[in-house]
């Protein structure tokens, strides 16, 4: 556990020395846009998207459905929209190929907003790979995350995958 989370810290210094380097014309124009979200809350929703990956890397449907709301909402540039029941299908029956996906997210891609009084906004790019005819085949897609605040922790209302 002590190297995930190291790994979560890397990954909020990264983000912090990125932002650092922007011209203050960039930061200023960043600022009034949107509201730039606490440290605590991007490392609990790096925690969250790496242990929603964790589960899917693992094909553990169990550990993954935990991960969503009920009332989900699924949208994917090149699918439509689907709700819970029919993503959690669409899960199973990826996790019954032969072949296992795996997911990363790419470094430095994630950006974390609040939402008041909800939970908060995870905007980034990831990397999903399997096997194919024996090579590695890759493909880098953007999405949003809105996550939910629940007793229970936080919860993926609604995906929005783009880019495929």
């Known amino acids: 556990m002590r190297a995930n ?3 979560i810290l890397s990954a909020a210094v990264a983000l912090g020395s990125a932002m650092a380097m922007q011209s203050p014309t960039a930061i ?3 600022d009034r846009a949107r509201t730039v979200s606490p440290d ?3 490392i609990a ?9 964790a589960a899917f890397n693992r094909r553990d449907l169990s550990r993954l459905e935990s991960f969503f709301t009920r009332d989900l909402e699924f949208y ?18 990826m996790f019954g190929q032969p072949a296992p996906l795996h997911r ?4 430095r891609s994630m950006e974390v907003y609040p939402i008041k009084n909800y939970g908060a906004m995870e905007v980034g790019r990831h990397r999903f790979c399997h096997l194919e005819n024996g090579k590695e085949d890759c ?3 953007s999405f949003v995350h809105i996550w939910r605040r629940t007793k229970a922790g936080w919860r993926i209302s609604r995906v929005v995958s783009y880019g495929h």
Do not use: C
């Open 28 to 30: 200023a124009a960043r």
């Open 76 to 93: 994917q540039d090149n699918e439509g929209v689907e709700n819970y029941a029919k993503t959690m299908k669409d899960f199973r029956q």
């Open 40 to 42: 605590s809350l991007y």
């Open 139 to 141: 493909g880098t897609f």
């Open 5 to 7: 989370w190291h790994s």
């Open 45 to 53: 929703i790096a925690a969250a998207d790496s242990a929603l990956f």
């Open 104 to 107: 990363e997210l790419v470094p």
